[in-house]
């Protein structure tokens, strides 16, 4: 048993992780004998709702199905809480985990609302000499302006563009770029916001073909592409948003590409 699994088996499954200011909230799911890594999770809800409990049925079938232990968190939400505050909580369970990792690997991820904060965190941890192992994130918003033709694409769909305006704007306000994500250490809302993506985690993205997020995801994986991380795009046909809570299949193909993810390097594909 390593000193991480040792220390992770102490710790309650509900526990809280000191921060500079606040003490965040987290949950532990373990992915059973063998399992190694650390993977860290934001939980979706449009920034402004949701906790981990809601999700813990899916992240515990995650902890399985990608033999890791993921640690749910818990972070402060919108708009009693606004940006750059859920991603200072993820960041901060985030370093926690990587202090504890010793050689193990360790990923951040998320879905939704919180694979944009997770893509974020993976911006802000760009450090090669603690390299994460993989970003994980499921249909992430990427544009506040919801500029896309699949925002428009299907009426009726959810969430639809105008809920996520709310959403963006409850979250991060209305800046063309949020003032925390300006300078050497920017604190990005969305990835939108950065101009250089070199040198994040290798990203595995899932995003449903009927996702209004889809041309988002899509568009994120080629800029991944462009500055030179590689990418791994799982695209179900006839997925909306919101599988990664609904849809055990989903899970199953996002766990096993994170498995294989700290196995060995992926190239660059899409799987459909």
């Known amino acids: 048993m390593t000193a991480t699994r040792t220390t992770l088996d102490a710790l309650p499954p509900s526990s809280t992780i000191p921060g500079a200011d606040h003490d965040v909230p987290i949950r532990i799911f373990a992915g059973g004998p063998g399992s190694a890594g650390l993977l860290v999770w934001a939980h979706g809800g449009s920034w402004r709702s949701g906790a981990t409990a809601d999700w813990a049925p899916a992240l515990a ?18 708009p009693e809480h606004p940006h750059p505050v859920a991603l200072l909580d993820v960041l901060t369970v985030l370093d926690w985990a990587r202090d504890r990792a010793g050689a193990e690997p360790t990923s951040v991820g998320g879905d939704s609302a919180g694979a944009t904060i997770a893509a974020c965190a993976a911006l802000a941890r760009r450090d090669p000499d603690r390299p994460l192992t993989a970003q994980v994130l499921a249909y992430p918003p990427i544009d506040p302006d919801r ?24 979250y991060r306000g209305q800046e063309p770029i949020h003032p925390a994500a300006v300078g050497a250490r920017a604190l990005y809302s969305t990835p939108h916001e950065a101009a250089d993506l070199a040198g994040a985690a290798p990203a595995i ?17 080629r800029r991944l592409r462009a500055a030179g991380v590689p990418v791994e795009l799982h695209e179900p046909v006839g997925t909306g948003h ?19 993810a700290q196995r060995d390097a992926r190239p660059v594909r899409r799987i459909r």
């Open 61 to 78: 079938h995650l902890a399985r199905i990608g033999s890791t232990t993921v640690i749910g968190v818990d972070y402060r939400l919108a």
């Open 147 to 170: 500029r896309a033709a699949s925002y428009r694409g299907r009426p009726g769909a959810f969430p639809s563009r105008a809920a996520l305006g709310s959403a963006w704007r409850a």
């Open 205 to 221: 993205l899932a995003v449903g073909s009927l996702d209004p997020v889809v041309d988002d995801v899509r568009g994120y994986a």
């Open 242 to 260: 919101g599988a990664f809570l609904t849809d055990p299949t989903f899970r199953h193909r996002l766990g096993t590409a994170y498995a294989a």
